[in-house]
């Protein structure tokens, strides 16, 4: 009953270091998001997937790099990290069909220094 | 692009009585979602209830109902009988449909905060 799966739930980074957050999902669906979550702002779009090798842009996607090679894994990168990028993440999928609600993991908080 | 307005940052209810967390959005399309999730200080984020465009009846899951007007681009949450365990960050959301689901529009969210 994993559900969606992130690692690790802290972390704090100095500028400039790189570090992959990682997702997975054991239900099988095919779509899968990372979100940020910062105060006052909500939850924004950084990068989606459609399907396992298949990924494309949200609404916040500077600085962070993904890639689906698998259905369960949707691994979110930071390759020299900001202190604007200190931040909640989510991680969460979904089913292809019509009425399908997005399953969240429990999120890192990621302190950039 | 659409957006999704939640006006009041902060709400405050006494146990047992109902409160209303108010939502407006900005769409062109007809087919769409709209979500609110719960989000306690675990941070775990937790459907509360979906309602679907097209539908007019409003949802209802228990104490949590809708008040759905679709042409005022609204999308209140009411909470009856609310509880200490409702206390939490409360975020409606916008999902364009057609399986676009995933790429959900939130608000800046309502801290509820309920009051023994």
């Known amino acids: 009953n994993a559900g969606v799966t992130q690692t690790p739930k802290f972390q704090v980074l100095k500028t400039g270091q790189s570090m992959t957050l990682q997702c997975a999902q054991d239900?099988?669906?095919?779509?899968m998001s990372w979100y940020r979550q910062d105060p006052g702002m909500g939850l924004r779009l950084i990068h989606y997937?459609?399907?396992?090798?298949?990924?494309d842009q949200g609404e916040v996607p500077n600085g962070y790099n993904v890639s689906r090679s698998t259905t369960e894994d949707f691994p979110l990168r930071l390759l020299s990290a900001a202190p604007s990028q200190t931040s909640v993440y989510f991680c969460?999928?979904?089913?292809?069909?019509?009425?399908?609600?997005?399953?969240f993991g429990n999120g890192t908080r990621l302190t950039v220094t | 692009a659409q957006t999704v307005t939640q006006s009041q940052p902060e709400m405050s209810v006494q146990e047992a009585e109902t409160v209303t967390l108010s939502c407006t959005y900005d769409?062109?399309?007809?087919?769409?979602?709209l979500f609110w999730y719960k989000q306690p200080p675990s941070r775990q984020m937790i459907l509360v209830i979906r309602?679907?465009?097209?539908?007019?009846q409003n949802a209802t899951e228990n104490r949590f109902s809708v008040n759905f007007q679709k042409a005022a681009k609204s999308f209140s949450l009411k909470i009856s009988d609310s509880q200490l365990g409702d206390a939490a960050m409360y975020f409606c959301?916008?999902?364009?449909?057609?399986?676009?689901?995933?790429?959900?529009?939130f608000g800046k969210g309502t801290l509820l905060t309920v009051n023994p």
């Open positions: 959301a916008y999902g364009r449909g057609g399986g676009s689901n995933y790429k959900l529009t």
């Open positions: 769409t062109s399309e007809s087919d769409y979602y």
């Open positions: 997937s459609v399907g396992a090798g298949i990924t």
């Open positions: 239900m099988n669906h095919e779509y």
């Open positions: 309602q679907e465009a097209y539908k007019q």
């Open positions: 969460a999928s979904s089913r292809q069909t019509y009425n399908s609600p997005l399953h």
